[in-house]
């Protein structure tokens, strides 16, 4: 992560929270994370020296028209000092600050399969116990668990996996 896309992410939040749409703004760097996320061409498209920044400057305007103006005036000012490539950057650092000035906490999840509303409930009431902050869950699929879930929540984590208790099991075995 570049302190380049920190010191953006940072002067946007500024920008955004004087003028009452961090929030708004927050939607509008998900969806540009979400967007550049699901398209290797939109990140090769970002990144690549070859494309004019004024054909990429008329892109992402009009691939990103309908957000806020402070997001718009982001768009301006990568144009003016030709850093595109640092975009997606940008906005999970935006995403990140913008949680962390409302006291908004990552859960990471790790399953086996796509986390489903029953499993999501059942993590929540475990984050209860131990955190008293807003919570908002990342899902990461990794079938090596083989079932339960793996919660880490900043420097704590709950192992509730298969992988982990098998490695429990062993561990006793072999005392």
Same mark, same amino acid.
């Given at each position: 992560?570049?302190?380049?896309?920190?010191?953006?992410?940072?002067?946007?939040?500024? +920008?955004? *929270? @004087?003028?009452?749409?961090? %929030?708004?703004? /927050?939607?509008?760097?998900?969806s540009i994370? @979400?967007?550049?996320?699901?398209?290797?061409?939109?990140?090769?498209?970002?990144?690549?020296?070859? +494309?004019?920044?004024?054909?990429?400057?008329?892109?992402?305007?009009? +691939?990103?028209?309908?957000?806020?103006?402070? @997001? *718009?005036?982001?768009? /301006?000012?990568?144009?003016?000092?030709?850093?595109?490539?640092?975009?997606?950057?940008?906005?999970?650092?935006?995403?990140?600050?913008?949680?962390?000035?409302?006291?908004?906490?990552?859960?990471k999840?790790?399953?086996?399969?796509? &986390?489903?509303? %029953?499993?999501?409930?059942?993590?929540?009431?475990? &984050?209860?116990?131990?955190?008293?902050?807003?919570?908002?869950?990342?899902?990461?699929?990794?079938?090596?668990?083989?079932?339960?879930?793996?919660?880490?929540?900043?420097?704590?984590?709950?192992?509730?996996?298969?992988?982990?208790?098998?490695?429990?099991?062993?561990?006793e075995?072999?005392?």
């Amino acid at each position: 992560m570049s302190r380049a896309a920190i010191r953006y992410a940072k002067a946007i939040l500024d +920008i955004a *929270q @004087t003028s009452g749409k961090a %929030e708004a703004v /927050n939607n509008d760097m998900k969806s540009i994370v @979400t967007a550049v996320a699901e398209s290797t061409e939109l990140k090769d498209f970002l990144s690549s020296p070859v +494309i004019k920044m004024d054909v990429k400057k008329s892109a992402i305007s009009e +691939i990103f028209s309908n957000v806020q103006t402070e @997001t *718009q005036s982001l768009f /301006n000012l990568l144009f003016a000092n030709k850093r595109y490539e640092i975009l997606e950057s940008i906005a999970v650092q935006y995403t990140k600050l913008y949680d962390v000035s409302n006291g908004v906490e990552v859960a990471k999840v790790t399953t086996a399969f796509p &986390i489903t509303a %029953e499993l999501e409930t059942k993590v929540l009431a475990k &984050i209860a116990e131990f955190s008293n902050k807003k919570i908002t869950i990342e899902n990461i699929v990794d079938s090596s668990i083989i079932g339960g879930f793996i919660l880490r929540v900043g420097d704590q984590q709950y192992n509730a996996s298969v992988a982990g208790k098998l490695g429990e099991l062993k561990r006793e075995f072999a005392n």
